[in-house]
Every structure is written in structure tokens, then in C-alpha cells.
């Protein structure tokens, strides 16, 4: 799965919610809720780059990436977005 492909999913969680859905719960929740995760997660981050191992940071960066995205879709961004955003700064 690449990032646009688990892009596609949160968006469709967003657009046909299901009650089983971890993503859906996060868009019931809202904009607020979503902000408090991406700052955990960033936070958890940063506490696995000081010591506990590649795999361990590997796995915070990956619930870091999920919760930005949603986040992203919460407010209408899109991984094209973003990487048009890079692709102006790259030099
Ligand atoms: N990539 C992810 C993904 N990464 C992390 N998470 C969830 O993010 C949460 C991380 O929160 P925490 O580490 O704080 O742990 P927690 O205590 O369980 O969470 P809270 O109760 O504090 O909210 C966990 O519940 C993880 O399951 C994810 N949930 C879903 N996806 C993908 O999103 C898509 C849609 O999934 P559903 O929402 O399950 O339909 C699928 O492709 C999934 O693989």
C-alpha cells in the first residue's frame, strides 16, 4: 500500500462511514480530536528517535503518517497537495 492508496481508504471512511472503523470514529470525533492525535503521535515520535530502536521508531512514524493524513482529509488536503508544495521549494 502506498500513500495514495491508504489515502483513498481514509477518504472513502470519510465519505461511507462504517461502525467498525477506527477512521470513521476519528471523523465523528472531529477536527479537534484529530489535532490531539497527530500532537501525541508526533510526540511518541520523537520519544522512539531518542533510544528505542529503528523498529519501534518505524511504528511511530507510520501512526504519525495515518493521523496526518487524516488530519489531510479532514480538511480537504490532498497528498498531491503536498507534494506539489514540495516540489515548488526543491531546489
Ligand atoms: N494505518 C492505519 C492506522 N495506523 C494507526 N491506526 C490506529 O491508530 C490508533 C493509534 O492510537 P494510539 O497509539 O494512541 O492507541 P490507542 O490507545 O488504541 O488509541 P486511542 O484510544 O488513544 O485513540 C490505533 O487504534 C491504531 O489502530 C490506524 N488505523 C487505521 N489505519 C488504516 O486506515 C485504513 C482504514 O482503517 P479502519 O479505520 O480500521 O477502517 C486501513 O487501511 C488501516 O490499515
Not at 492508496?5 to 477518504?11: G, K
Not at 523498529?55 to 497528498?79: C, F, G, I, K
Request: hydrophobic share 35%.
Amino acid at each position: 500500500m502506498n500513500i495514495n492508496d491508504l489515502y483513498a481508504v481514509i477518504l472513502d471512511r470519510k465519505e461511507n462511514p462504517t461502525t467498525s472503523s477506527y477512521t470513521t470514529s476519528l471523523f465523528k470525533a472531529g477536527q479537534d480530536e484529530i489535532c490531539k492525535k497527530v500532537g501525541e503521535e508526533a510526540i511518541e515520535v520523537i520519544i522512539a528517535a531518542k533510544g528505542q530502536g529503528k523498529q519501534r521508531l518505524v511504528e511511530e512514524v507510520s501512526d504519525l503518517t495515518y493521523h496526518v493524513l487524516v488530519l489531510m482529509a479532514q480538511n480537504q488536503v490532498t497528498p498531491d497537495d503536498i507534494l506539489g508544495e514540495l516540489e515548488k521549494r526543491h531546489r
